[in-house]
């Protein structure tokens, strides 16, 4: 079946960085919209990024703080998060779009933790 695994998450200092990868398994990667979104406790989950591979957005709160990237021949869409904020702590999930032609799909979220 169709995955998305994130990793990469984890407990940092505020200012720090992390990068979270997203591994897909059995679809065609290139057709996705890839995205990222988070869940803090109490929280909507909100959107983070998208990327369609030659395009990029952001939420307003991480602009210029975050760079989401992939790689077709990995399968693995990343995020780099940098300068990182206690209010960055959440749960953050992969998540792929194949529009009209298939579902969405989710990973199973990476904890971020931004703490001192």
């Known amino acids: 079946q169709v995955q998305l695994v994130e990793s990469g998450g984890g407990l940092v200092q505020p200012g720090g960085s992390l990068r979270l990868s997203c591994a897909t398994s059995?679809?065609?990667?290139?057709?996705?919209?890839m995205g990222w979104y988070r869940q803090a406790p109490g929280k909507r989950r909100e959107l983070v990024a998208t990327?369609?591979?030659?395009?990029?957005t952001y939420a307003d709160s991480v602009k210029g703080r975050f760079t989401i990237s992939r790689d077709n021949g990995r399968n693995t869409v990343y995020l780099l998060m940098n300068n990182l904020k206690p209010d960055d702590t959440a749960v953050y999930y992969c998540?792929?779009?194949?529009?009209?032609?298939?579902?969405?799909?989710w990973g199973q979220g990476t904890q971020v933790t931004v703490s001192s």
């Open positions: 998540n792929a779009d194949g529009g009209a032609y298939d579902y969405t799909y």
């Open positions: 059995r679809i065609i990667f290139s057709r996705y919209v």
């Open positions: 990327s369609t591979g030659s395009l990029a």
